[in-house]
């Protein structure tokens, strides 16, 4: 379904006009906004965080300003925990991965109800890609298969937290292609991608924005893309589609407010987004870091978040979470 962009004229013109009659909003913050972020420093949630902290910045689109707060503990536990008990909801917000529908399910002692948070907005999903270090010698997936076959369960991977996005992918391809794999969880992608380029790990499904360094450095080679299509900036990488599979993951890169945050407040963060989303700045971003655009207002928001539990649901049960 497509769903239309709105249109910031108006708002662009009542900003304008503020400067001398007031706030063009009901609400404004009146101290900097916790920007928690759900995992840990350099992964692309917190690359995804301060890219938009420096846009509001540059452009002075807050009247406070946007801190980020990493808190990557527990899959994601110690961010959501932190935003379910915001003692002042109307400055609390959190940038989002997938997560933010698993860690719930596989922690259902943390009482945590996504539906209670506020949609505020989806500033795009990212795909994943298989890596792996260029010692390795490995230069296709069917390569990859082997030696994984061969290494007879002693083959190592990274990823973001167990049951977070990249074990799902890893399962899948366990399942999928009858291998087994010795998984090691870490709180962020940042320092997964850091350890494949020194080879504490022999593989990671990294977003591209976080390998992106790594690669542009001729360290780590991308064998398979978990994408619906192949990505503009690896043209050369095949998809698992292609190889007669059909599975895609994307992590969400979206932004909710606490629990309880008033609809003055929402209203102001989900204009605040949607012009930064707006920005030749995000724009360029998505671009450059493979990003693909899915935008959705609030109520949108709500039906994608349970269509995503019930996917996870299935992803979380074939893996015997």
Do not use: C
């Not at 890169?253 to 920005?279: H, N, T, W």
């Amino acid at each position: 379904m497509k769903i239309t962009r709105r249109i910031l004229m108006g708002l662009a013109g009542a900003a304008a006009l503020s400067t001398s009659f007031g706030s063009a909003y009901a609400w404004e913050p009146t101290k900097p906004i916790d920007f928690v972020i759900m995992a840990g420093a350099g992964g692309g949630a917190d690359q995804i965080a301060r890219f938009i902290q420096s846009v509001a910045e540059k452009k002075s689109l807050t009247v406070r300003p946007l801190v980020p707060n990493n808190k990557g503990g527990g899959s994601g536990a110690e961010a959501l925990i932190a935003l379910n008990g915001a003692s002042d909801p109307d400055h609390t917000i959190l940038v989002t991965l997938n997560s933010f529908f698993t860690t719930p399910m596989r922690q259902k002692n943390l009482g945590i109800d996504i539906q209670t948070f506020t949609p505020i907005a989806m500033m795009g999903v990212d795909p994943f890609v298989l890596w792996v270090h260029k010692d390795s010698g490995i230069t296709t997936f069917e390569q990859w298969l082997d030696t994984v076959k061969a290494a007879n369960g002693e083959y190592v991977m990274g990823g973001t937290g167990k049951g977070q996005e990249d074990s799902i992918v890893v399962a899948w391809m366990e399942k999928n292609y009858g291998v087994k794999i010795k998984y090691i969880p870490y709180k962020g992608g940042g320092a997964v991608a850091k350890d494949l380029a020194g080879q504490q790990i022999m593989a990671s499904v990294n977003n591209p924005s976080e390998a992106k360094g790594f690669y542009e450095n001729g360290d780590v080679v991308p064998l398979i893309a978990f994408s619906d299509e192949r990505l503009p900036n690896l043209p050369d990488v095949r998809t698992v589609k292609e190889l007669g599979k059909d599975f895609s993951y994307y992590n969400q890169r979206a932004v909710v407010g606490a629990p309880g945050m008033s609809d003055e407040a929402a209203q102001y963060y989900q204009d605040l987004f949607q012009k930064i989303y707006d920005s030749p700045e995000w724009q360029g971003y998505m671009e450059s870091e493979s990003l693909a655009a899915l935008p959705m207002d609030a109520s949108k928001q709500r039906e994608y978040w349970k269509t995503q539990v019930v996917n996870h649901e299935e992803l979380l049960k074939e893996m015997g979470e």
